[in-house]
């Protein structure tokens, strides 16, 4: 962590979709079982599309929000102050995502203490994508303007396109053959790479870095809008339509470039990017132009420390996994006594991801009382 500073300028539908990003992804993390999940809390086994699916590249739309109510204060330092900023907080949020997946760099086998090495370790992960992605995005925000920002974009999610056929014509996105999975065995220790498909296969690999760092640049893009000259009214209808045509561009891109989270296909962006609109549209209209904010608080209270609470999340529960009340961790415990003893299994544990969700949700409701908000 680098600062504690004061809540300044701020817009509530953005904090709102943070909000409810974070929530949602503390949920999806946090099962009472990975056995029992309702499948709208599973990501897609490869190509396809579910609600948590939606999360991660959401989160990367909100810091390309952040991103932009800061552009001025960042234009104002020379090259030099500017690469030394987003590099120092670009290697510090990497760092903490790599920390977070040694952490706790011990395990117990049969009664003995043992050491993990930092070379066993995996090396990618979400911070570590986010890390990356704000970098690349900094340095695009940093030389070129909003037209030159969307040619880009365009320009990255095409190339990408190619890039990935051209490397396997004949099995260009299958687990085994695309070619992110290659360029990560090329250059990486296959040990190193997410092993959750059965085979060395990295999800946040570094080649599908680049389509994701779109969705932080269209992220800033409409954060820029949103603070722009207009009526709300106006707003709201060029941020439906723009949205509508994105998820319509990516549905019929799918026949040819299959939505898929994994790979982080072009066409999982544009959708992504489409439904993160159409969500912001809703929202400023509840909240701007309905003038409906009751609601809103408990959501903009996690978006106003999102990646802090994201890490202590993170390194709570696995403290609770590894504290032993008699046979079982104190997580485990409070899952079977609490939660499984009085619902069917599905129900037991999603009920836990919720319960732990709203205790993380004190954490930062105390933190936004203190008016401290955590920046990385």
């Known amino acids: 962590m680098t600062n504690v500073m004061s809540n300044k300028q701020r817009n509530l539908p953005l904090d709102v979709l943070r909000g409810m990003t974070v929530a949602l992804m503390i949920t999806v993390n946090n099962p009472g079982s990975w056995n029992d999940i309702y499948a709208p809390f599973r990501h897609a086994e490869w190509h396809g599309f579910t609600l948590t699916d939606l999360v991660f590249p959401t989160f990367l739309f909100a810091v390309g929000n952040s991103m932009s109510f800061t552009k001025k204060a960042i234009g104002a330092v020379s090259t030099a102050e500017f690469y030394k900023k987003v590099l120092k907080r670009s290697a510090i949020i990497f760092l903490i995502g790599f920390l977070l997946l040694y952490f706790p760099s011990f395990k117990i086998e049969e009664g003995k203490l043992i050491f993990i090495s930092p070379l066993d370790v995996r090396l990618w992960g979400v911070l570590q994508r986010i890390a990356v992605c704000y970098l690349l995005a900094s340095i695009v925000i940093h030389y070129l303007h909003k037209k030159g920002i969307i040619i880009l974009s365009i320009c990255t999610l095409l190339g990408y396109w190619a890039v990935l056929y051209l490397g396997n014509p004949n099995d260009p996105y299958s687990l085994q053959g695309n070619l992110v999975r290659t360029v990560d065995l090329l250059l990486f220790n296959a040990k190193n790479l997410y092993q959750g498909f059965g085979i060395p296969f990295e999800p946040e690999g570094l080649l599908s870095t680049l389509p994701a760092t779109v969705n932080v640049l269209a992220g800033y893009l409409i954060g820029l809008f949103v603070q722009s000259p207009g009526t709300t009214k106006s707003k709201v209808i060029k941020t439906t339509i723009i949205g509508a045509v994105l998820v319509a561009v990516s549905m019929v891109w799918n026949a040819s470039f299959p939505i898929n989270k994994a790979i982080w296909t072009s066409s999982y962006v544009l959708l992504t990017v489409g439904l993160d609109l159409l969500i912001l549209a809703v929202l400023i209209v509840f909240i701007e132009l309905a003038n409906l904010r009751k609601w809103t608080y408990f959501f903009a209270v996690f978006g106003k420390n999102p990646l802090f609470i994201y890490i202590i999340s993170w390194m709570v529960l696995k403290v609770l996994y590894m504290i032993q009340l008699g046979r079982l ?48």
Not at 332 to 353: D, I, V
Not at 358 to 369: G, H, Y
């Open 329 to 376: 961790s104190i997580a485990s415990s409070a899952y079977r006594n609490l939660f499984l003893s009085a619902m069917e299994p599905k129900n037991a544990s999603l009920a836990f991801a919720l319960a732990y969700m709203l205790l993380m949700w004190l954490v930062c409701w105390v933190l936004d009382k203190r008016k401290i908000y955590v920046k990385v």
